[in-house]
Nanobody, 122 residues
């Protein structure tokens, strides 16, 4: 079972990036798929999550700027990040849980991607 995240990079404040996370080894269509991020010296935090039915949850600071979506046929989850700010700079991780609702604690996720780095410059 593997989650492969990609799409990070360097972008100016106000710009956009789209992250992708492709799952392989099993179907994740019935699982929660979430994006976390971890900035240097900070704890890993939930950015956004999506249930198998398409219900979403967002961290307050990204609400209205980020959009999470999934394509169950492709076993892939996306994070569209618009109006990026310097404080969005972090390593972004995708994760999956067998829960039926989005969980905020990273300890409750069974599968993790390797992380993709996002740097937002001023």
């Amino acid at each position: 079972v593997q989650l492969q995240a990609c799409g990070g990079g360097l972008v100016q404040a106000g710009g956009s990036l789209r992250l992708s996370c492709a799952a392989s080894g099993r179907s994740f269509s019935g699982h929660i798929m979430s994006w976390f991020r971890q900035a240097p010296g900070k704890q890993r935090e939930l950015v956004a999550g999506i249930t198998s039915g398409g219900n979403t949850a967002y961290e307050d600071s990204v609400e209205g700027r980020f959009t999470i979506s999934r394509d169950n046929a492709k076993n892939t989850v996306y994070l569209q990040m618009d109006s990026l700010r310097t404080e969005d700079t972090a390593v972004y991780y995708c994760a999956s849980s067998g829960s039926t609702r989005v969980l905020r604690s990273p300890r409750l996720y069974e599968y993790w991607g390797q992380g993709t780095e996002v740097t937002v410059s001023s």
